[in-house]
């Protein structure tokens, strides 16, 4: 779900930035839509809400969601704080990971098929069952690993044949050719797997935290549902979709600072 | 037993959305009356007196057509009376607390166990005896009823908990490794299977020293029991006659109760029942019936949650419960 939202927010910061008076009417045009949901879906929950007159402890009504985090915004961003540490660091683990794996598989085609099998088992454990055995970050390092790793290595064999020869033919050694071609050609595809595992990182150690942590927003989801307090629950999602979202900007600007050169990206 | 989750509120929202409906359009039959009972938890020997109740017929006998449902950590019981989706729900008297203060209208009408089945689990050999034994030793936990209270006994008890070394973790395997000396824990079945796995246990339950809730507290809602009275009378009456029952025909209980939880472990579900009779059955029950209970042990309840289990303001604690729906004990 995030990664959706995420990436369509991404498609929008695509537009590429005019100068001027151009440049507001630009970025109205690109935030407008999105902006104009936004409110119309609150609207309409809200509505609901009072009309319908659902109970706050089944669905509370975003006023009531947003007055409780005003209420309690000091604890809320200390537990959003004490998660995004565990993601952005179970997002470099995984990344780092993930690089490693790709160089070895790059390397060795038997390497590949001896352990690609173990990179599709550990994505497909349910992270849930196995969150006592996890610290917090490694929840999110695992969550991340498999998307990089995957994209990665399609990009470092996405060089075609002739910029290889090229290469020979000028006398560049496999060490220039690795630095100078697979790495430009693995970092746009390296990215695509970044945009999707900002997302999971966040996830991945929410689940953690719910089974054992002292803080941080899976603490603070198990401790509302014991209270049967459905509006810090909805409080503590809003949260950490936010800090999600701003994650996943982060990622997105990485990728421009590092994606310099004309057609790098991969879908704009 | 309870295990809040995530998905909680989400599953039951949209469960009681839907049953909401059903359940009102259904009204209420002349012949049998339609009911459901929603579990705490999934379905075990934790609901032996509920399933005898329907198998031996003494639900029926009161013309009642009860349908037993089991929770889940997806399945909130309060949430899903308080909205109408199902008609009895059962849970711990702390819980229909905290739904009370999120605005559910519920009231309890029977506690069946009398004894709050949470506290804390070691193995014997380690030497906690008593709640000063944890001073210097390492106790697991996780937020939560037993934890909640677990530290109001440890205050209680006047354990000073700059000595304990309380970390946040779960799972039995920390405790049979050795990684943790104790452990918060439900204790009518966890010590069971830490037993099944060859290690002797010891258990403290706070309600040994003074410090209680109910379990399988019976409630449904408020404007459900005024305007259906007898129904909730006829209701208890016969859950009163089927916990009797199985506890008195304990392999019976667990014969039927295995026909319906298939992945359930016979062994382990034998002795869960007979180590709840200590839970159900106590001096108060014997006086005034199985099921039985007192306002003042809810009205403590509130006392323990208000200091130790994150509950923000004190409810109107009188609408919680009502004892006119009990049994006359001859």
């Known amino acids: 779900m995030t990664e959706a939202t995420g990436e369509a927010a991404g498609e929008t910061l695509a537009v590429p930035p005019g100068k001027g008076p151009g440049r507001l009417r630009t970025l109205l045009s690109a935030y407008a839509p999105a902006i104009l949901v936004f409110l119309t879906v609150g609207f309409a929950w809200e509505a609901a809400v009072a009309f319908f007159r659902i109970p706050k402890f089944l669905l509370p009504a975003p006023s009531v969601v947003i007055q409780r985090i005003i209420a309690d915004a000091e604890p809320l961003a200390q537990n959003v ?82 910029v290889f020869e090229l290469m020979r033919v000028i006398g560049a050694s496999p060490g220039q050719t690795f630095r100078e071609v697979r790495v430009f050609a693995a970092m746009p595809y390296t990215f695509a797997g970044l945009r999707i595992s900002a997302g999971g990182a966040v996830i991945g150690a929410i689940v953690a935290e719910f089974t054992g942590a002292n803080l941080g927003i899976g603490t603070v989801i198990v401790n509302a549902g014991y209270r049967q307090d459905a509006t810090m629950l909805f409080s503590a999602i809003f949260c950490s979709c936010v800090a999600t979202i701003a994650l996943f900007y982060v990622v997105v600007a990485l990728e421009r600072l590092c994606l310099f050169w004309p057609d790098a990206r991969l879908e704009s | 037993m309870m295990k809040p989750n995530v998905r909680n509120f989400v599953r039951s929202a949209a469960a009681a959305a839907l049953a909401g409906v059903v359940a009102l359009s259904a009204g209420h039959a002349s012949a049998a009356d339609k009911v459901s009972l929603r579990l705490a938890w999934l379905l075990n020997v934790q609901g032996a007196g509920y399933v005898m ?124 490794n050795g990684n943790v000396d104790a452990k918060t824990a439900f204790i009518v079945n966890e010590p069971i299977s830490v037993e099944l796995a060859g290690f002797k246990t010891a258990t403290l339950a706070p309600a040994d020293y003074g410090v209680n809730a109910y379990a399988e507290a019976i409630f449904t809602a408020k404007d459900f029991a005024e305007k259906n009275p007898d129904v909730v009378k006829r209701f208890v009456a016969a859950t009163v006659k089927g916990w009797d029952y199985a506890l008195a025909h304990q392999d019976e209980a667990v014969a039927a109760v295995l026909k319906l939880g298939e992945q359930l472990d016979p062994e382990q579900q034998k002795r869960q029942l007979a180590l709840q009779k200590d839970f159900i059955v106590s001096p108060f029950t014997e006086k005034n019936g199985t099921c039985a209970f007192s306002g003042d042990t809810i009205k403590e309840t509130q006392e323990v949650l208000l200091k130790y289990g994150g509950l923000k303001a004190p409810i109107a604690i009188d609408e919680v419960y009502s004892t006119a729906f009990l049994p006359k004990k001859d």
């Open chain 1, 81 to 162: 704080f004490v998660t995004m540490q565990a993601a952005v660091a179970g997002l470099i683990l995984g990344t780092i990971i993930a690089l490693a794996f790709a160089l070895i598989f790059l390397m060795s085609r038997i390497l590949e098929r001896a352990l690609f099998p173990w990179a599709i088992i550990v994505q497909t454990v349910p992270i849930l069952a196995i969150a006592p055995l996890l610290t917090i970050w490694l929840g999110s390092a695992i969550i991340t690993i498999f998307p990089i790793l995957v994209n990665t290595v399609r990009g470092l064999r996405s060089v075609n044949r002739q």
């Open chain 2, 53 to 176: 109740a329907k198998e031996k017929g003494f639900y029926a006998d009161a013309g009642l057509d009860v349908d037993i449902l089991p929770g889940g950590p997806n399945i909130n019981s309060t949430a899903l009376v308080a909205t109408g989706a199902n008609t009895f729900g059962t849970n711990d008297s702390g819980q229909v607390i905290f739904g009370k203060a999120e605005g559910m209208d519920l009231v309890i009408v029977a506690a069946c166990f009398q004894k709050y089945p949470g506290g804390v689990l070691s193995l014997e050999k380690t030497g906690i005896k008593t709640p000063k034994d944890l001073e210097g030793k390492t106790l697991a936990y996780n937020e939560g009823g037993p934890w909640a209270f677990t530290q109001a006994m440890l205050a209680k008890e006047g354990v000073d908990m700059s000595k304990v070394k309380a970390v946040v973790a779960m799972g039995n395997e920390i405790l049979m």
